[in-house]
């Protein structure tokens, strides 16, 4: 969440960083637990399930020209909720 003084954000996280966090960056906040460091983290909605993108190469026309290949990294995701994390019932 972002904080108009640094203030608040002592207030909420215990420092200042929260102030610092732009208009600009949509879904932004800071997530404190226990004594540790705030992490700064990054969050967004979508409508359906999140489906990673498979690490590896793949042909990109467009940077370079057509046909070059690129290196393709998965986005690192944490899990993160208020309630106890199930495991998925397997599919028959």
């Keep these: 969440m972002r904080t108009t003084s640094s203030h608040e954000s002592k207030a909420v996280i215990g420092t200042p960083e929260a102030q610092y966090i732009t208009n600009k960056e949509s879904g932004v906040g800071f997530l404190r637990v226990g004594m ?4 700064k983290f990054s969050t967004f909605y979508i409508s359906g399930p999140y489906m990673p993108p498979a690490a590896g190469v793949e042909t990109n026309g ?30 028959p």
């Design 36 to 39: 540790e460091d705030p992490v």
């Design 62 to 91: 467009e940077a370079g020209g057509p046909g070059q290949q690129t290196t393709r990294q998965a986005a690192r995701i944490h899990r993160f909720t208020a309630a106890p994390v199930l495991e998925e019932a397997p599919t």
